[in-house]
């Protein structure tokens, strides 16, 4: 069993439109982040959300943390195609664990 | 650029043989991990290091399996009597004790044949 559920498993969008990624557990957090990843890289963090109820930004991505430290959402505004890749979530249960990631596709 | 560095980018070797890989953490961070990926899932873990002591290995990894990382510096991941299922990307990220933010490598990417 996955410490951490994502979904949808596969997202794929037509360049320009909105996407959303939920990232869900039953334990509570004390941090969480959420990583980018393209094929043949390695994940690149993209955010650390830590308060319950945080919100953070960055530029066309907007990332919450829920009231209760266990789940976290990605929303994606006005998508482009180099936003295409694998993203992932993961917790610092004193170990970092991830989620098995969501492979978003942006069609140009 | 002192980012994490992995070393070789990729490794091809046949069924049996023994295969190492290095990585070259951020210098100042005291937590190393080992991950394994295959095509489309998330990083799984293997072991971790806090300095040079190794603090946790995942119950599946095999006893082919051993990681070192002498004087808490850089880290080497050795399989032995590689199988096929080996297969896939090896990534190692560091981190700083308590804060859950780990800065990846480029990974590894082992083909076993």
């Known amino acids: 069993t996955q410490l951490l559920e994502q979904s949808p498993q596969f997202l794929s969008i037509q360049e320009g439109e909105n996407l959303t990624v939920y990232c869900n557990s039953s334990?509570?957090?004390?941090?969480l982040q959420w990583y980018r990843q393209e094929p043949g890289e390695g994940p690149v963090l993209l955010v650390t959300?830590?308060?319950?109820?945080e919100v953070k930004k960055l530029k066309r991505l907007t990332f919450q943390f829920g009231d209760a430290r266990k789940d976290s959402s990605l929303h994606i505004t006005a998508a482009q195609p180099g936003d295409t890749g694998l993203y992932l979530c993961?917790?610092?249960?004193?170990?970092?664990?991830f989620g098995a990631g969501t492979t978003v596709t942006v069609r140009a | 650029d002192t980012g994490v560095s992995q070393d070789p980018r990729h490794k091809i070797t046949k069924r049996g043989q023994n295969v190492t890989f290095r990585c070259d953490p951020i210098?100042?961070?005291?937590?190393l991990y080992w991950y394994r990926q295959t095509l489309g899932q998330g990083p799984e873990f293997l072991t971790y290091f806090q300095n040079e002591a190794q603090l946790e290995k995942s119950r599946l990894l095999s006893d082919r399996f051993s990681a070192e990382r002498p004087k808490g510096s850089f880290s080497t991941l050795e399989i032995q009597r590689t199988e096929q299922g080996d297969s896939a990307m090896y990534l190692c990220?560091?981190?700083?004790?308590?804060?859950?933010?780990?800065?990846f490598g480029q990974g590894t990417r082992l083909t076993v044949v």
């Open positions: 993961a917790a610092n249960d004193y170990k970092l664990s």
């Open positions: 334990s509570v957090f004390s941090s």
């Open positions: 990220a560091s981190s700083l004790e308590g804060i859950g933010e780990a800065f």
């Open positions: 959300v830590v308060t319950g109820g």
């Open positions: 210098s100042e961070h005291n937590r």
